[in-house]
């Protein structure tokens, strides 16, 4: 049964710690699936996870080509969905041979395909608190996923950002 944490930020680097806090945490298979509005800080979150797998590079949005793969500690795979039309789409691209397998992928615009992820999926949303705009760094993060692995990930939001 998964569980869910919150958790509030209120800059942008935050959000990229957050995001290094998931990146050490992925293990081979890992999928982690965003959602949010445009601006809310999707890519700021992988550039965190990015930054946690050791990938020198900084992940731009893939918006065009729907996926980049970088080389870290593990592969990670960047997929941006904003422009997909269907499922078809994804599947051209042969989406299975990276969400099972050794690397991680980061879904952006994960609403669009829910159906197509496993139950081990770690579910991000980030929103955009009431009265506040994209050009506010404050975010809410709703983080979804296994008991035990939000339990590692809450340890080391505890250290990191003295919550």
Not at 8 to 18: A, L, N, P, Q, R
Not at 48 to 75: C, D, H, W
Not at 102 to 121: C, H, M, Q, Y
Request: charged letters at 30%; proline letters at 4%; aromatic letters at 10%.
């Amino acid at each position: 049964m998964p569980e869910l944490f919150c958790i509030c930020v209120s800059k942008e680097e935050d959000t990229i710690k957050i995001g290094e806090i998931i990146g050490k945490l992925a293990i081979p298979g890992s999928i982690f699936a965003l959602k949010g509005e445009l601006g809310a800080g999707k890519t700021v979150l992988v550039k965190g996870i990015a930054r946690g797998l050791g990938v020198k590079e900084e992940p731009n949005s893939p918006t065009f080509v729907i996926m980049n793969a970088y080389q870290g500690r593990l592969p990670l795979y960047h997929f941006d969905l904003y422009r997909i039309t269907s499922i078809e789409e994804l599947e051209g691209i042969g989406y299975e041979e990276f969400f099972f397998g050794k690397g991680v992928s980061v879904v952006e615009w994960a609403d669009r395909i829910e159906e197509l992820f496993p139950d081990n999926t770690i579910k991000v949303e980030i929103q955009i608190p009431e009265g506040e705009d994209t050009k506010s760094e404050r975010r809410k993060l709703k983080i979804e996923g296994d008991k035990k692995w939000l339990s590692s990930f809450k340890n080391m939001v505890g250290q990191v950002l003295q919550t």
